[in-house]
């Protein structure tokens, strides 16, 4: 089992920034991937943005591709997620998430962190 926290939300203008930090520790050495959800109230859960844990290949959701970044210190093991021009869309629980295995994929949470874009 893999122990997620997440640091660094808060409340910023639209138009600001914020970067989240989640910190990882466990089963670290079976982790293949590791990224960022976000659920904002009345809606489900949706992706945001994932780095694979070993050539660190990224993906991103539509909604926040060329504001967001996402990176990985393998060392420190952590995954941090850089908001930029940020909107009141992005208003939401941010979570961060770990998948791992064998035997099967196994998806472990953080308890989230609230970034609120006001307008």
């Known amino acids: 089992q893999v122990q997620l926290v997440e640091s660094g939300g808060g409340l910023v203008q639209a138009g600001g920034s914020l970067s989240l930090s989640c910190a990882a520790s466990?089963?670290?050495?079976?982790?293949?991937?590791m990224g960022w959800y976000r659920q904002a109230p009345g809606h489900s859960r949706e992706l945001v943005a994932t780095?694979?844990?070993?050539?660190?290949?990224?993906y991103y959701a539509d909604s926040v591709k060329g504001r967001f970044t996402i990176s990985s210190d393998t060392a420190k093991n952590t995954v941090d997620l850089q908001m930029d021009n940020l909107k009141p869309d992005d208003t939401a629980v941010y979570y961060c998430c770990a998948e791992w295995g064998p035997p099967y994929p196994s998806l472990d949470w953080g308890r989230g962190t609230q970034v609120t874009v006001s307008s």
């Open positions: 780095i694979t844990r070993g050539r660190q290949t990224t």
């Open positions: 466990g089963s670290i050495s079976n982790v293949y991937l």
